[in-house]
């Protein structure tokens, strides 16, 4: 097998895996029903990516380390790191070295995980050659979807739930396209809806047990001293997956004290990462999830929407990546400050679609799962997502389950246009009465997003050096709108005040005989100026609106740069529903805080 070709297969698993996220997530009720396991595993194994493909394999191996999040991320990535030595190594023998590994890797090993899933591949190919034949490509799939479908027989959670082990099938969607990538016969994967029927829908008498304390992720130093600590925290905490390699330790465990486990290994200076995750929000946010509409909304990750709004509205985001250095990182995955960090700091960022095949993916399972599907598509002058969705539903949808509105938008203003479609749907509506309020929004959403620098966009190949130098030397700072036809600028100014009175004037216009309009207020790495200078006059002038404080899509802040800021309308969004049961009579203001501070934590 040569590199190019395992790349390729890894690149495929990976694409399919990340397709069916959504999924995994919505099945995830062990050890934690916290609805995490897709995003986990999806994160955690980024770094096998193609373009991550020149990477020597201790340099991946680093990479999978440090990206692994959750038990589902820190046991996948124990297994890969053996597993991405295939070009110089039997296949056979790379499965059965993860498989110990990931064994290795956890402190109280469970059948019906993904555990036994990589043992079955072990034995599976140490039995079976050569690898890259059809017959034994079959054979092994059924083998691992044996696995997958008797993984409630080992686990009674799931029994209870009548659903199969989501970190299991989340290995499994992996290596369906692994395999089938190598024998050149990607479209013969089948959706797991109808390789695993019955078992992909919680059970409606299904009890998700309450949970307390954090998940945390961390990187650590090795030093003298540092046994006893990580022993120490093993001992106090469940969940623990402990991995070493080389002169780097990363810990994955659960405990309620996150402060005395931070600070004791903070005291022995060997902290290089930590991230956490509140367990009770994430079981509360999952038993909160949304009923099934009768019209399911999806859009692109590049409109200014987050995971989190996703799980709220119970939509479909399509991810697009952005791309530092040799690693490309799914829009919606990754923490935008950082992202705004290294470009102030001079790294070249860019970003990049989603690969054909894993664009298929996604709308087969859009077609899967729901009856019938809006797919808001960002504007065609933007990306070639229109037209790569419009014509795979033409071959694979005669009943037209799926419909596609090229919206002629990005960013913020595709964001309220999804916003006001997600809410009526909610409320009941059909197809026809959504997709004419989607086509309506067509016309009657607006966006101003004001640049603070023209360096970025030149750096982006949007604007000539030249012409950035002497216009950020002149203090021009342009506003531009996402149209049809592409960005357009319409008018520039010189500084922040300027920039408001600016969108102050237009959204007088744009609002005059609004009632109740959506207007989403967005920034990059200026929320403190946005939310108290931005959001606040505009909610002095206009105190019948709902002001939605939301991180500027990534897509667009990438090429417009940190310090960008902007502001979406949409003036009718017909049946607007009130934003919960429990605040119907918040102020303008008010509910301005509210979605911050559920949006950004």
């Not at 086509?439 to 012409?467: H, M, N, Q, W």
């Not at 967005?522 to 939605?548: C, L, M, Q, S």
Request: net charge neutral; with cysteine.
């Amino acid at each position: 097998m040569t590199p190019t070709l395992f790349n390729h297969a890894l690149q495929a698993g990976f694409d399919r895996l990340a397709a069916w996220s959504d999924l995994l997530d919505a099945i995830n009720v062990f050890p934690v029903a916290d609805g995490d396991t897709g995003r986990n595993l999806q994160v955690s194994l980024m770094p096998l990516q193609a373009r991550s493909g020149n990477d020597a394999i201790d340099r991946r191996a680093v990479k999978l380390l440090q990206a692994a999040r959750g038990n589902s991320g820190n046991i996948a990535t124990q297994f890969f790191c053996e597993f991405i030595k295939v070009p110089f190594i039997p296949v056979d023998d790379a499965a059965r070295r993860g498989a110990r590994a990931a064994y290795r890797a956890v402190q109280t090993p469970r059948e019906g995980t993904m555990l036994s899933l990589f043992d079955a591949l072990a034995a599976e190919l140490a039995q079976r050659s050569p690898v890259a034949a059809v017959d034994t490509v079959e054979a092994l799939l059924e083998a691992l979807q044996a696995t997958v479908q008797n993984s409630p027989e080992a686990l009674p959670r799931l029994k209870a739930a009548g659903v199969v082990d989501a970190g299991a099938l989340g290995m499994y969607l992996f290596f369906e396209g692994f395999f089938y990538a190598l024998i050149d016969r990607l479209d013969d994967c089948q959706p797991p809806t109808r390789r695993f029927p019955g078992s992909l829908n919680i059970s409606a008498d299904f009890q998700e047990a309450d949970n307390q304390g954090y998940c945390i992720d961390t990187v650590l130093a090795a030093n003298a001293g540092m046994d006893a600590v990580i022993q120490d925290l093993v001992a106090q905490a469940e969940s623990v997956v402990h991995l070493t390699r080389d002169d780097v330790i990363k810990l994955h465990f659960h405990t309620a004290d996150r402060e005395t486990a931070r600070r004791t290994i903070e005291a022995t200076g060997a902290l290089m990462s930590w991230s956490e995750d509140d367990l009770s929000r994430q079981v509360r946010a999952f038993r909160q999830r949304p009923r099934p509409a009768r019209v399911h909304i999806a859009t692109d990750g590049a409109a200014s929407l987050t995971r989190e709004d996703q799980q709220r509205y119970g939509i479909t985001l399509l991810e697009s990546y952005i791309n530092t250095g040799d690693d490309s990182l799914p829009e919606t995955r990754v923490m935008p400050q950082e992202i705004y960090r290294r470009m102030r700091a001079g790294e070249r960022v860019s970003t990049s679609q989603a690969s054909d095949f894993e664009r298929r993916q996604h709308y087969q399972r859009l077609l899967e799962t729901y009856s019938k599907t809006l797919y808001l598509c960002v504007g065609s002058a933007f990306t070639g997502n229109y037209g790569a969705a419009a014509a795979w539903q033409a071959r694979h949808d005669p009943g037209n389950r799926l419909r596609i509105v090229d919206t002629g938008a990005a960013s913020g203003r595709l964001a309220v246009m999804v916003l006001a479609a997600v809410r009526l749907a909610a409320g009941g509506a059909d197809m026809e009465r959504v997709a004419a309020l989607a086509e309506r929004s067509l016309t009657v959403c607006r966006e101003y997003i004001f640049i603070d620098r023209l360096k970025y966009l030149a750096a982006g190949g949007r604007l000539s050096r030249p012409s950035a130098v002497v216009g950020d030397f002149f203090n021009v700072k342009p506003v531009i709108s996402p149209l049809s036809t592409g960005a357009e600028k319409i008018g520039s100014v010189k500084n922040r005040t300027e920039q408001l009175q600016f969108a102050l004037q237009h959204l007088k216009t744009d609002l005059a005989n609004a009632v109740a309009p959506i207007v989403l207020v967005e920034y990059t790495d200026n929320r403190d100026w946005v939310e108290a200078k931005a959001a606040e006059a505009i909610a002095k002038h206009f105190p019948g609106a709902e002001i939605i404080l939301q991180p500027l899509s990534l897509t667009t802040g990438v090429h417009t740069g940190p310090g960008t800021w902007a502001v979406a309308i949409h003036p009718d969004p017909e049946n607007r529903m009130a934003l919960s049961a429990a605040e119907p009579s918040l102020t303008s203001a008010g509910r301005r805080r509210a979605h911050a501070e559920r949006n950004l934590g």
